[in-house]
T-cell receptor, first 110, second 115 residues
Framework: SQTIHQWPATLVQPVGSPLSLECTVE??????LYWYRQAAGRGLQLLFY??????ISSEVPQNLSASRPQDRQFILSSKKLLLSDSGFYLC?????????FGSGTQLSVL | QQQVKQSPQSLIVQKGGIPIINCAYE??????FPWYQQFPGKGPALLIA?????SEKKEGRFTISFNKSAKQFSLHIMDSQPGDSATYFC??????????????FGKGTLLTVNP
């Protein structure tokens, strides 16, 4: 069966510091991968998606970037965090229409 | 631009009650409508989903009702239990080319079931 791993679970970072969140998927090959951000009371916002190694599509202009160095690895990064980057970040993979989510990273930028 | 509107924002029911959560959409390209359940500090988990050629789907105590002409769908939870207390998200999916599908979420409903 497929599993998705996301870490860390919680992260507190100062404004202006870099960010790297990692997500890996097991039990499938060439998955579609996604990064979502969840703000309180605002649902889930799609940030990036990837259909293959090195292929990244951005949904919203922002301070973040994504990379997919390996088939089952998806990384969310920032060179300098802003206060507005705080939120709950979720990695997901999809098999056709069915999406499965990781357990999320709660990021607090102070 | 919110493509999937979900209501209410929060809902409190007594154990055994039947909470109903409603969603509406405008984009007729949406062709798959899942519901997700999320507990605090966890990622959303797929609960039940429906395609627009079906008016109702039932899985255990959870039922989706779908009205294609009105572009509305709703989640009903029969015999609700305190363990059902969670945030529920409706979503809508479109095919965006190649092997990729996009999932658009409502803003969520925080359900509390009191014992």
């Amino acid at each position: 069966s497929q599993t998705i791993h996301q870490w860390p679970a919680t992260l507190v970072q100062p404004v202006g510091s870099p960010l790297s969140l990692e997500c890996t998927v097991e039990g499938t090959s060439n998955p579609n991968l996604y990064w979502y951000r969840q703000a309180a009371g605002r649902g889930l916002q799609l940030l990036f998606y990837s259909v293959g190694i090195g292929q990244i599509s951005s949904e919203v202009p922002q301070n973040l970037s994504a990379s997919r160095p390996q088939d089952r690895q998806f990384i969310l990064s920032s060179k300098k965090l802003l206060l507005s980057d705080s939120g709950f970040y979720l990695c997901a993979w999809s098999l056709r229409r069915e999406f499965s989510f990781g357990s999320g990273t709660q990021l607090s930028v102070l | 631009q919110q493509q999937v509107k979900q209501s209410p924002q929060s809902l409190i029911v007594q154990k055994g009650g039947i909470p109903i959560i409603n969603c509406a959409y405008e984009n007729t390209a949406f062709d798959y409508f899942p519901w997700y359940q999320q507990f605090p500090g966890k990622g959303p988990a797929l609960l039940i989903a429906i395609r627009p050629d079906v008016s109702e789907k039932k899985e255990g105590r959870f039922t989706i009702s779908f009205n294609k002409s009105a572009k509305q769908f709703s989640l009903h939870i029969m015999d609700s239990q305190p363990g059902d207390s969670a945030t529920y998200f409706c979503a809508a999916s479109t095919f965006s080319g190649g092997s990729n599908y996009k999932l658009t979420f409502g803003k969520g409903t925080l359900l509390t079931v009191n014992p």
